[in-house]
């Protein structure tokens, strides 16, 4: 995947899918995956409490899982503050 466009095809991977390419980050380009962690504001804290609390089980899995909740979350966020709707025109600028 592109990095430009590397979040928005995460989004149209299952849950799966998405693990074996966190897992693919994790073996061969560790650097990718932290830099795609921050540019979707994954919480450190939340991940490292996760990875700590789950030693054993599938870290791509786990990661994975964190992604998608995030991405639910700012989809939720964008949707909340959308400024399609019809202003008043005694409120325009």
Do not use: C, H
Request: aromatic share 6%.
């Amino acid at each position: 995947m592109e990095t430009g466009n590397e979040v928005l095809k995460l989004e149209e991977l299952d849950p799966a899918q998405m693990a074996a390419y966190i897992n693919q980050l994790i073996e061969k380009d560790f650097s990718r995956l932290v830099q795609l962690l921050y540019r979707l504001d994954v919480s450190e804290t939340k991940l490292r409490t996760v990875l700590k609390e789950s030693i054993g089980l599938d870290a791509g899995t786990m990661i994975a899982t964190l992604i998608l909740e995030r991405i639910a979350q700012s989809k939720k966020a964008r949707e909340q503050f959308r400024t399609d709707r019809e202003i008043p025109e005694d409120e325009k600028w």
